[in-house]
């Protein structure tokens, strides 16, 4: 009896594996294949029409030694990357922790601030931006009414970039959303607890509230940074990479090499130290985050 | 008394902040769909929000694009590529999501590590390869390169975020209709499906929404333009002419965020859940 009752679950359980066959099969032929692919097309010539051609490591050399253009564009992308997600990290939880308090309406404030996020990466808020920002555009026309200079907001090398930030650091609801249930599920009798020991604000925020929130701080650190270092819209469409190569993103340059000027493995070499960049902090992250990150469960999930 | 007092000044300070930072996320919405009616040089050096005058000329026009195509086009191609896309992600996403939460199936604990580590697969390693392979089944400028992927559940985030979901719901449901001899996809169909609805709604609103803004995908796989979707259409508007029209530009820039506006008031609940509870397991 036992037996046979053994021997029914285990088939059962077999048709798991008919239920995710459809991912495996996506996973193989549309992850791993790709992903496969492009180191080896890393390695080659390869401009779609004829098949690739390995020419060794001249492309990491031609990247690294000769090409000028790649160095300002990792500096730039890498500016861009500690420019909004730290700026967009710090906006969702100071809002969030200025919403978490029972006050009136404040549904409908969520809800206004993420109203931008649901625009994220679309080109019709990048043309916004890129005509509110121009000379004389309708934030330069603000700054003349308070009697203060005009800025070159996309015009100035040292500007354009900003600017560009401050699209993606407008659209911070999705984090603050996040950091908003998180604050929820903070116990209140660790407050409780703490206000009895007659800890003040600051020590009750930075001893409660931010250790426990810590886990959706590492979660969104990682995702906007990878999705960061690959970004692409915004800057594609408001300067296209100028002025003098100040917005040039490494996505734009991918694109750019990719599909323009058809040399997909000098374009998958570019992917490739994106995708190394991406490992080396994400590794960097996770292994800092012992130190930082608090788990409830000690971290097994 | 003091203390009192002291609260509502805090009180009144975060609403002025609140309000302040309100008017920052809404004002260039606003501006966008003002800017619309506004002559250039009414747009330009000019603070005013409101125009001289409605006229709905920069609708009609912006619509009418290059003439041959019109943005009933690029709409009508947008949700052939959307609707189709969220309907297979949630699907194929859901029943991948099944055999995860509920199955011991051999090699389960490596699929599901390769699965995560797929999260952080960024698109920019594999669009290259992804291109060719398409390139070579003839599936450039057509909407398969989003169809498929989508039919094939590679989309990762929406698969963790149902097996989570998943998770929270009693396993005895299951058994029970084991007993009652139910099969595997019984149970899922009628059973845990009803159940699951909540999330599917979530991640099908996600999914429509980052394929209806994207464009860097439509960019790269659809080159003809009677079959452009809408971001590229914008795109498109800047270069068509020497000098922008800009009300043109804003009015389809606002008539393109105008759906998503509309969706989110709509479905609001569903927005606020999937991401809480994406990030609270993450």
């Given at each position: 009896?036992?037996?046979?009752?053994?021997?029914?679950?285990?088939?059962?359980?077999?048709?798991?594996?008919?239920?995710?066959?459809?991912?495996?099969?996506?996973?193989?032929?549309?992850?791993?294949?790709?992903?496969?692919?492009?180191?080896?097309?890393?390695?080659?010539?390869?401009?779609?029409?004829?098949?690739?051609?390995?020419?060794?490591?001249?492309?990491?050399?031609?990247?690294?030694?000769?090409?000028?253009?790649?160095?300002?564009?990792?500096?730039?992308?890498?500016?861009?990357?500690?420019?909004?997600?730290?700026?967009?990290?710090?906006?969702?939880?100071?809002?969030?922790?200025?919403?978490?308090?029972?006050?009136?309406?404040?549904?409908?404030?969520?809800?206004?601030?993420?109203?931008?996020?649901?625009?994220?990466?679309?080109?019709?808020?990048?043309?916004?931006?890129?005509?509110?920002?121009?000379?004389?555009?309708?934030?330069?026309?603000?700054?003349?009414?308070?009697?203060?200079?005009?800025?070159?907001?996309?015009?100035?090398?040292?500007?354009?970039?900003?600017?560009?930030?401050?699209?993606?650091?407008?659209?911070?609801?999705?984090?603050?959303?996040?950091?908003?249930?998180?604050?929820?599920?903070?116990?209140?009798?660790?407050?409780?607890?703490?206000?009895?020991?007659?800890?003040?604000?600051?020590?009750?925020?930075?001893?409660?509230?931010?250790?426990?929130?810590?886990?959706?701080?590492?979660?969104?650190?990682?995702?906007?940074?990878?999705?960061?270092?690959?970004?692409?819209?915004?800057?594609?469409?408001?300067?296209?990479?100028?002025?003098?190569?100040?917005?040039?993103?490494?996505?734009?340059?991918?694109?750019?090499?990719?599909?323009?000027?058809?040399?997909?493995?000098?374009?998958?070499?570019?992917?490739?130290?994106?995708?190394?960049?991406?490992?080396?902090?994400?590794?960097?992250?996770?292994?800092?985050?012992?130190?930082?990150?608090?788990?409830?469960?000690?971290?097994?999930? | 008394?003091?203390?009192?007092?002291?609260?509502?000044?805090?009180?009144?300070?975060?609403?002025?902040?609140?309000?302040?930072?309100?008017?920052?996320?809404?004002?260039?919405?606003?501006?966008?769909?003002?800017?619309?009616?506004?002559?250039?040089?009414?747009?330009?050096?000019?603070?005013?929000?409101?125009?001289?005058?409605?006229?709905?000329?920069?609708?009609?026009?912006?619509?009418?694009?290059?003439?041959?195509?019109?943005?009933?086009?690029?709409?009508?191609?947008?949700?052939?590529?959307?609707?189709?896309?969220?309907?297979?992600?949630?699907?194929?996403?859901?029943?991948?999501?099944?055999?995860?939460?509920?199955?011991?199936?051999?090699?389960?604990?490596?699929?599901?590590?390769?699965?995560?580590?797929?999260?952080?697969?960024?698109?920019?390693?594999?669009?290259?390869?992804?291109?060719?392979?398409?390139?070579?089944?003839?599936?450039?400028?057509?909407?398969?390169?989003?169809?498929?992927?989508?039919?094939?559940?590679?989309?990762?985030?929406?698969?963790?975020?149902?097996?989570?979901?998943?998770?929270?719901?009693?396993?005895?449901?299951?058994?029970?209709?084991?007993?009652?001899?139910?099969?595997?996809?019984?149970?899922y169909w009628n059973i845990l499906l009803?159940?699951?609805?909540?999330?599917l709604f979530s991640a099908g609103l996600?999914?429509?929404?980052?394929?209806?803004?994207?464009?860097?995908?439509?960019?790269?796989?659809?080159?003809?333009?009677?079959?452009?979707?809408?971001?590229?259409?914008?795109?498109?508007?800047?270069?068509?002419?020497?000098?922008?029209?800009?009300?043109?530009?804003?009015?389809?820039?606002?008539?393109?965020?105008?759906?998503?506006?509309?969706?989110?008031?709509?479905?609001?609940?569903?927005?606020?859940?999937?991401?809480?509870?994406?990030?609270?397991?993450?």
């Open positions: 009896m036992e037996k046979v009752k053994v021997k029914r679950w285990r088939k059962r359980d077999c048709m798991g594996l008919v239920y995710v066959a459809p991912w495996l099969a996506g996973f193989l032929l549309l992850q791993l294949y790709p992903f496969l692919a492009s180191l080896y097309y890393s390695f080659c010539q390869y401009n779609v029409m004829a098949s690739p051609e390995w020419v060794g490591l001249k492309n990491y050399i031609t990247l690294f030694t000769v090409d000028t253009d790649f160095k300002k564009s990792f500096m730039v992308t890498l500016v861009y990357t500690l420019y909004t997600v730290p700026g967009k990290l710090i906006m969702s939880l100071l809002v969030a922790l200025l919403l978490n308090k029972n006050m009136k309406g404040i549904n409908l404030i969520r809800t206004v601030f993420y109203i931008p996020s649901l625009f994220g990466g679309s080109v019709a808020v990048a043309l916004l931006w890129k005509l509110m920002f121009m000379d004389d555009g309708v934030i330069n026309a603000v700054l003349g009414f308070l009697h203060l200079p005009a800025i070159q907001w996309l015009g100035n090398p040292g500007v354009a970039l900003k600017t560009i930030c401050m699209l993606e650091i407008w659209q911070f609801g999705s984090s603050m959303v996040m950091f908003l249930a998180a604050l929820k599920q903070v116990p209140a009798s660790l407050y409780e607890a703490a206000q009895i020991d007659g800890a003040d604000k600051w020590k009750c925020f930075f001893r409660i509230t931010l250790p426990q929130i810590t886990p959706i701080i590492f979660f969104n650190m990682i995702m906007q940074t990878i999705n960061a270092l690959q970004a692409y819209t915004s800057a594609a469409v408001i300067t296209n990479g100028g002025p003098v190569k100040a917005t040039y993103l490494l996505g734009i340059k991918l694109y750019k090499e990719a599909f323009q000027n058809y040399k997909m493995g000098y374009a998958s070499t570019i992917s490739w130290v994106i995708f190394a960049v991406i490992m080396a902090v994400t590794l960097l992250l996770f292994k800092s985050s012992s130190g930082w990150v608090y788990y409830e469960d000690g971290g097994e999930f | 008394m003091k203390k009192k007092t002291k609260k509502r000044i805090n009180l009144i300070i975060t609403y002025v902040i609140i309000t302040f930072i309100g008017v920052l996320m809404l004002y260039p919405i606003l501006w966008m769909f003002f800017a619309a009616f506004k002559t250039n040089e009414e747009i330009f050096g000019s603070l005013k929000l409101l125009p001289e005058s409605f006229s709905l000329d920069s609708f009609i026009e912006g619509w009418r694009s290059t003439g041959r195509t019109t943005y009933t086009d690029y709409f009508i191609n947008t949700f052939k590529m959307t609707v189709p896309t969220t309907l297979l992600t949630v699907m194929t996403c859901s029943l991948v999501a099944y055999g995860f939460a509920r199955f011991r199936f051999p090699g389960k604990k490596l699929l599901f590590m390769l699965l995560i580590a797929t999260l952080m697969l960024p698109n920019a390693v594999i669009i290259i390869p992804r291109y060719s392979l398409y390139n070579s089944l003839g599936w450039l400028d057509t909407y398969l390169p989003f169809y498929i992927p989508a039919l094939l559940g590679t989309y990762p985030f929406f698969i963790f975020m149902l097996i989570q979901f998943m998770r929270g719901l009693p396993r005895d449901l299951d058994e029970s209709a084991y007993m009652d001899g139910c099969g595997t996809f019984r149970v009803p159940l699951q609805k909540p999330a996600f999914q429509f929404l980052w394929t209806y803004n994207d464009y860097m995908n439509p960019l790269i796989f659809i080159s003809s333009v009677k079959k452009y979707v809408i971001s590229l259409a914008l795109r498109l508007s800047l270069d068509a002419e020497s000098v922008v029209v800009w009300s043109r530009v804003m009015a389809m820039a606002f008539v393109a965020v105008l759906p998503l506006i509309i969706l989110f008031f709509a479905a609001q609940k569903y927005f606020v859940e999937g991401i809480a509870t994406t990030g609270m397991k993450g």
